[in-house]
């Protein structure tokens, strides 16, 4: 059941006819808490949110975050519940970040760093960052 009241930042149709390329949609457990890693730990821009559903952006590229609470009539709904691994297998990669700034925050803000900041032979400088909903975030930038 929707949590938000009033209306929403722009219209359903309006804000999907907006979208193209590639696109990502996170299910949390909690949306102000996941913003608040997101905002906090990776300095991403927040665009919208509300206790449902939140859009971030970073370098032209826009995801979603919608609260497991909204997918109730979603065929995800049965594999959301309090056990559920979420993300496995998956990074989320951000270019053009400092991965040591952020390692530093996420290890400041009580988050779980995987694998420190370190070049790596593919030319960019990255950390492994997990969220409180286990989704890895990689943060990296050219060496």
Same mark, same amino acid.
């Given at each position: 059941m929707k949590q938000r009241e009033g209306e929403p930042f722009m219209s359903a149709p309006a804000f999907g006819h907006s979208l193209k390329g590639f696109n990502v949609n996170l299910l949390v457990r909690n949306v102000k808490a996941a913003v608040a890693f997101e905002t906090g730990v990776l300095r991403v821009t927040l665009? %919208?949110?509300?206790?449902?559903?939140?859009?971030?952006?970073?370098?032209?590229?826009?995801?979603?975050? %919608?609260a497991d609470h909204t997918y109730d009539k979603h065929p995800l709904s049965p594999l959301l519940g309090d056990g559920a691994v979420r993300g496995l297998g998956c990074e989320l990669r951000l270019y053009d970040l400092d991965p040591d700034a952020c390692e530093a925050r996420a290890r400041a803000q009580g988050y779980e760093v995987l694998q420190t900041s370190s070049d790596k032979p593919h030319g960019l400088r990255e950390c492994y960052i997990l969220d409180r909903d286990n989704y890895l975030w990689v943060p990296g930038k050219k060496i």
């Open positions: 665009v %919208h949110q509300d206790p449902d559903f939140a859009v971030l952006s970073h370098g032209g590229t826009v995801w979603m975050l %919608h």
